[in-house]
């Protein structure tokens, strides 16, 4: 019984510890086409936060429908998403995208 409540007490500090990840609004787009990302070629999901544009990890560019649709494709339009994650490396490690427009 003590080790169960070790076990519980331990597990209860690690996860209250964990730094979670804030939830911003962010630009998302195709980061060659709309946001002038140089670094790679092809074209790849990024966002950009306060004017800084980053590659995004975790999530690509066809996972939102077809880049290239002239109506809702990143490589078309910029759009708005609720983000998370964190910047690493000077990429974007992303927990979640849900777009809002």
């Given at each position: 019984m003590k080790k169960l409540l070790l076990i519980i007490?331990?597990?209860?500090?690690f996860s209250c510890s964990q730094k979670k990840n804030e939830i911003i609004t962010a630009e998302v787009s195709c980061g060659q086409c709309q946001?002038?990302?140089k670094s790679q070629e092809g074209c790849d999901l990024a966002i950009r936060i306060d004017e800084k544009s980053y590659f995004v990890d975790g999530a690509n560019i066809d996972d939102f429908g077809d880049a290239h649709d002239e109506h809702t494709g990143f490589c078309e339009v910029v759009r708005k998403g609720n983000v998370s994650g964190s910047i690493v490396n000077n990429r974007f490690q992303v927990s979640s995208i849900e777009l809002i427009n």
């Open positions: 007490t331990l597990f209860s500090i946001f002038g990302l």
